[in-house]
């Protein structure tokens, strides 16, 4: 199995927080690793073997509040980015 490195940009990363949500929850998915989050570039790194966990990731973002580039970056979204920001302070 060949494991492939993708790079997604993404919106609403605001701080070190936005960055310790990202990395403890897309860390648990399966088929994951290598989860990096580049602050100075709003963009996720991360390794997969499969295709359909690129899918996992770029919907768990979206969920968390962190829609990728060009995604539909509504109300709600940022709201999320803002209470997912908040957790990832409390647990550093």
Known sequence: MIQETAIIAIQNLK??????TITTQLSKLEAISDVKVDNDTNSVSFKYYEKIAYNLVVDKLSSLGYPIEGENNAFHKKAKSFVSCAVGRMNT
């Open 15 to 20: 701080c070190n927080g936005c960055a310790n």
